[in-house]
T-cell receptor
């Protein structure tokens, strides 16, 4: 079974600064997808960014980018120019690839990001 | 497209009672997932449907839990004889599977408190 580990329960960043959230995972599969989801307080979870394991290029979405290290099974999220609206719980998630494979997401325990002025 | 909706948003019940939650997915999404999230944890997979077929159930889904998706549209999750350990946020997500491309969109969740 796959596992996802987020070792930082809480992180803090000043507005306009950059912060990196860590995620490691364990799998014996060679093809899979990785995601970062954001869950603001009392609001629904939204997708921040996704990465296909077969792609060597790191995914980027505006101020959000990932550092995907397949051999190390590491998938960190970098948030640049942090904004107050970035304050939320961030979850790293794993999904197996293959159309015949269950598409359930396996989540880490999350990192609570605080953004200060 | 109004996103995934869930009702009720909050439910307080007494131990032993039955509860039912509803999820309305994004229209035309063919997959629908249920997850459970307890305090301080990430969501855990419970079950999922492709159209009206329930294709996988987690071992977390005891016999007291049942889910349906009649006609492949909305879904219901029923918990019978609730226990205090059932207190959690129940999340629904939907997706459109195209080949192997799939992104799950989450609803706001139903927070259940069993007294």
């Amino acid at each position: 079974a796959q596992t996802v580990t987020q070792s930082q329960p809480e992180m803090s960043v000043q507005e306009a600064e950059t912060v990196t959230l860590s995620c490691t995972y364990d799998t014996s599969e060679s093809d899979y997808y990785l995601f970062w989801y954001k869950q603001p307080p009392s609001r629904q979870m939204i997708l921040v960014i996704r990465q296909e394991a077969y792609k060597q290029q790191n995914a980027t979405e505006n101020r959000f980018s990932v550092n995907f290290q397949k051999a190390a099974k590491s998938f960190s999220l970098k948030i640049s120019d942090s904004q107050l609206g970035d304050a939320a719980m961030y979850f790293c998630a794993y999904r197996s690839a293959g159309s015949g494979t269950a598409s359930k997401l396996t989540f880490g325990t999350g990192t609570r990001l605080q953004v200060t002025l | 497209d109004t996103g995934v909706s869930q009702n009720p948003r909050h439910k307080i019940t007494k131990r032993g009672q039955n509860v039912t939650f509803r999820c309305d997915p994004i229209s035309e999404h063919n997959r629908l997932y249920w997850y459970r999230q307890t305090l301080g944890q990430g969501p855990e997979f419970l079950t999922y449907f492709q159209n009206e077929a329930q294709l996988e159930k987690s071992r977390l889904l005891s016999d007291r839990f049942s889910a349906e998706r009649p006609k492949g549209s909305f879904s219901t999750l029923e918990i019978q004889r609730t226990e205090q350990g059932d207190s959690a946020m129940y999340l629904c997500a939907s997706s459109l599977l195209r080949g192997d491309q799939e992104t799950q969109y989450f609803g706001p969740g139903t927070r259940l408190l069993v007294l």
